[in-house]
């Protein structure tokens, strides 16, 4: 079985995705069974069926959580000495080579990733070509519109 890598914060998330999924929603949905069992024919009672599609979505939810968290490696980035290299769960900031700008990406795991929110799959082109490289190290990153470097200005254990 192979682990699979998680921020602090990514475990957590799910934890509390869980607890909310077992103490209230699945109650709920029970509920709402039971309610629409009340109103007679459930051959055409689109309320019976539409609670017990939604229970059959939180089993789901609730049974891939668990798997998920099973199969988790939890890397604490905080609890490991900063040693200006990449690793899982730092927070890098590159600077793009030909235009100057500047970005900044957390590397966690495939769960966790949200561009939006600046969060970056450790799967990722720019993840993979950042993992093991040093600050002040160049990075070349493969796009389909060719290769981009990036120096890597800061490595973050926050």
């Known amino acids: 079985m192979n682990r699979v890598p998680m921020t602090v914060e990514g475990a957590e998330a799910l934890r509390t995705e869980l607890e909310d999924l077992k103490k209230v929603q699945r109650p709920a949905v029970?509920?709402?069974?039971?309610?629409?069992?009340?109103?007679?024919?459930?051959?055409?009672?689109?309320?019976?069926?539409?609670?017990?599609?939604?229970?059959?979505f939180i089993e789901g939810r609730i049974q891939e959580i668990e798997a998920k968290l099973s199969l988790a490696q939890v890397i604490d980035v905080k609890a490991?000495?900063?040693?200006?290299?990449?690793?899982?769960?730092?927070?890098?900031t590159i600077i793009h080579m030909e235009d100057d700008s500047e970005v900044t990406y957390k590397i966690v795991g495939d769960d966790e990733a949200d561009v939006k929110q600046k969060k970056i799959s450790v799967n990722s082109p720019i993840a993979r070509a950042l993992i093991g490289k040093e600050e002040g190290d160049i990075a070349v990153v493969n796009t389909p519109s060719g290769a981009v470097e990036y120096e890597i200005d800061s490595v973050e254990h926050i």
């Open 30 to 56: 029970v509920q709402a069974i039971a309610e629409a069992r009340e109103h007679g024919d459930l051959k055409e009672n689109a309320e019976y069926h539409a609670a017990r599609e939604k229970q059959g």
């Open 80 to 92: 490991i000495e900063p040693s200006g290299k990449v690793i899982f769960g730092t927070t890098v």
